[in-house]
């Protein structure tokens, strides 16, 4: 059984959107001739590509605060709080598809997720100094 | 002590493998030429540096979603798919380096293990959230 | 609360770090002109992408490791094994920016720590097997 249900299904949906976004990186190989192992040579590629090692970068930074942080606000504060960057991870991949310069929106809403987290978990650090 | 013993050898086998990944991008520079920072030139280094990368991209999704199945499932279970997952790498990086038109069957393998961990895991939130 | 307090400190620590790196990444795009989804361009540029991408590789390796670990040698150890990580980090970049030929000792220290880890790992689930 797993107690942290929500921390729990915001991971399963970030690793899935992760695999969805490299699920689109082989589709797009096949339709713009771009083969293994070239990772450039056509501007739609190259954006899907990144647009998934962006989000591999973003996801190794989250999932250890996102559970170090369910220990400190619980589990649907912490889960709330990762459909946040959830939604900021989408918003990042369909404005950076329509043109590179799009993706700052969808990338401070990502951040600012991570960086909740962070601060929640250094609450939790400092409160577990005090109860020493 | 840790109790998840073969959950944790599956762990530490798959952070290995991606090391030895690592460490056969950094031989292939010195023999190949591609001096760092440069990621391509010669297409024996190119394949070993994505089968690298990919596993890493993989091993991102793979980790949490086993230390979420093993406490759905148990340790056993968890440790045998992650053998699977760890076989699957295996082959992906041995027919990529080959071709890298050989790489589908060992990704199969690789993404049916960790499909199979993301199964389970929503077993035990729905389990959880009966439990309420 | 959070128990394991110098540990979770160093994995915002080095998580934080991940993000100065991937900042400076963002930075030098507009400073050197390599516009996004390019990764390539510009000497300096380079040498800030692949330390940045490279610190991910390692993360990915460190933090299970490091929370197998605190279950072995408990919070001190693990996070102080964890500073010596962090300082391969910080050595590894500022070799690498100077000079992409300066990276190993940097990286020397990063991986010893992560060995560490890994056989304080080995040591907690040999122990566990023999409690069994």
Redesign the interface.
Known sequence: ???A?LT??V??AA??Y??VL?ARVGALRVKTGV??????GD?IF??A??V?MNT??Q???F???LW?SV??IGDAWTGLIGVVWLAGRIFYASG?MKN??K?GPGMLIT?SA?LAL?IV??V??V???L?M
């Open positions: 059984m797993i107690m249900k729990a299904l991971t399963i690793i899935f992760t695999f490299s083969a293994a192992p070239a990772t450039s501007p190259e954006r590509f990144r998934h591999v970068e996801l190794v930074m999932l250890p605060v170090l220990q400190v950076y590179p310069t993706r951040l991570t962070v978990t250094i939790g650090i409160r577990g100094f109860a």
